[in-house]
């Protein structure tokens, strides 16, 4: 059974730290990953997306990815009180699962002033 | 991002009756899909709406409780059959956003449902 784990929270971080969320997948053949933010009442927002070794940038936000380990993270510099939502790391397998996203559980961030 | 809507956006509906929820999309996509996000949890993928056959189900979920329409490139139908309590969730269909050769994917508002 393929799965996705996120780090339990809640995730409590001052304004203007760095916030680090992390997520681990048993598939090792999976192909792309997501970061999803899901505020209170909404349906979840893609944040960022990684499909390859490395760290891809894009404003404060910071995916790093790791197949070797099966590990994806997410890091928020600058952490604003608007960022404070429950963050889904989404898995795809790819080939015959193209498109099928695995979601863990999610990590609730707060962000205090 | 291609545009998303879903209707209704929220019902409250007696347990054996049976709801369908509509998923339009502002531009034609390859591939739709529909999830599940029960209170408090994740989201689960029930079902892939394949335009002009059958939706293929994952594990747990089946046609008849779930049957799935997906007409053209632009729409799909999900209803939620002989409701219970324990359908209650929201129901949040999602479609694909190719950049390039790489997939995404993009959900739409969702579809909060209260089975009494």
């Known amino acids: 059974q393929k799965e996705v784990e996120q780090n339990s929270g809640p995730l409590s971080v001052p304004e203007g730290a760095i916030a680090s969320l992390n997520c681990t997948y048993s598939?090792?053949?999976?192909?792309?990953f997501f970061w999803y933010r899901q505020y209170s009442g909404k349906s979840p927002e893609l944040i960022m997306s990684i499909y390859s070794n490395g760290d891809k940038e894009d404003g404060r936000f910071t995916a790093q990815l790791n197949k070797a380990s099966q590990y994806v993270s997410l890091l928020i510099r600058d952490s604003q009180p608007s960022d404070s939502a429950t963050y889904l790391c989404a898995v795809n397998a790819g080939g015959t699962s193209y498109g099928k996203l695995t979601f863990g559980q999610g990590t609730i961030l707060t962000v205090h002033p | 991002s291609a545009v998303i809507s879903q209707k209704p956006s929220r019902d409250i509906c007696q347990r054996g009756t049976s709801l369908t929820i509509q998923c339009q999309v502002d531009?034609?996509?390859?591939?739709m899909f529909w999830y599940r996000q029960q209170p408090g949890q994740s989201l689960t993928l029930i079902a892939t709406a394949n335009q002009g056959s059958e939706a293929t189900y994952e594990s747990g979920f089946v046609i008849d409780k779930f049957p799935i329409s997906r007409p053209n490139l632009t729409f799909s139908t999900l209803t939620v059959s002989n409701m219970s309590p324990e359908d209650s969730s929201i129901y949040l269909c999602s479609v694909d956003g190719e950049r390039g050769l790489q997939e995404t994917q993009y959900f739409g508002p969702g579809t909060r449902l209260l089975v009494l």
């Open positions: 598939d090792r053949g999976s192909q792309s």
């Open positions: 531009s034609q996509v390859t591939m």
